[in-house]
């Protein structure tokens, strides 16, 4: 009897298997280091089946970082549209959603990545900044002027602030990928973003100024 037929992959699956497979490698070997070869050989493809869907490292870096981060950023940008939502709330949304979506995930390596091999490959970092962190920080700051607005959050530099925000984030995923075996003490993640949201919106919280304080 003849073997039975081998399941085929479909054609419209491949490109996304190629992004991921890309993507544990970029995190894995830095940027420089991943070959096109590596990635066919890590998705299971020929490597001219991987410039079919990519015309070059600089296409399919881009490509892999899209399909995990975009989502991420959209579901992001949805919370200040949420009626009835407290800015502390949509600050903790944004806090655990984007570890969910990106800090877990294979995109975690990214952080890393780049701040290891900017210098090299200023264009893609730069492409990285204005895709990805620059609308990651837009929602940021769109959250912390509604929560100035309404009265939850202290009058403060917004440009400031964002900024303030999203760096604990970004720290926290390179001291994992990169010092998760020297770190003994770093804390999990869970634990690590709850005490981030409480800093952060504690310390924008709007106070009644104390008795005698006339500053």
């Not at 895709?131 to 837009?138: F, G, N, Y």
Request: net charge neutral.
């Amino acid at each position: 009897m003849a073997p039975p037929a081998q399941p085929r992959r479909r054609k419209d699956a491949r490109p996304s298997e190629i992004a991921a497979a890309a993507l544990e490698l970029f995190a894995e070997k830095g940027f420089a280091a991943t070959r096109m070869d590596d990635v066919a050989a890590r998705a299971g493809v020929s490597k001219g089946t991987v410039y079919l869907y990519f015309e070059n490292k600089e296409v399919l870096f881009k490509s892999a970082v899209q399909a995990v981060m975009v989502p991420a950023i959209e579901a992001a940008e949805m919370l200040p549209r949420q009626p009835g939502t407290t800015a502390r709330q949509m600050l903790r949304c944004f806090v655990f959603g984007w570890w969910e979506m990106v800090g877990s995930s294979p995109a975690r390596g990214v952080p890393k990545l780049l701040v290891a091999e900017a210098r090299n490959f200023p264009e893609m970092a730069r492409w990285f900044h204005d895709a990805i962190i620059a609308r990651a920080m837009a929602v940021v700051r769109r959250i912390i002027e509604i929560g100035i607005e309404r009265g939850e959050f202290r009058p403060l530099d917004e440009s400031v602030a964002m900024r303030v925000v999203f760096a604990p984030l970004f720290a926290y995923v390179v001291w994992r990928t990169a010092f998760a075996d020297f770190m003994c003490d770093l804390p999990e993640p869970e634990v690590y973003l709850e005490n981030v949201v409480l800093v952060l919106t504690e310390g924008m919280a709007a106070r009644a100024p104390m008795k005698g304080n006339t500053e």
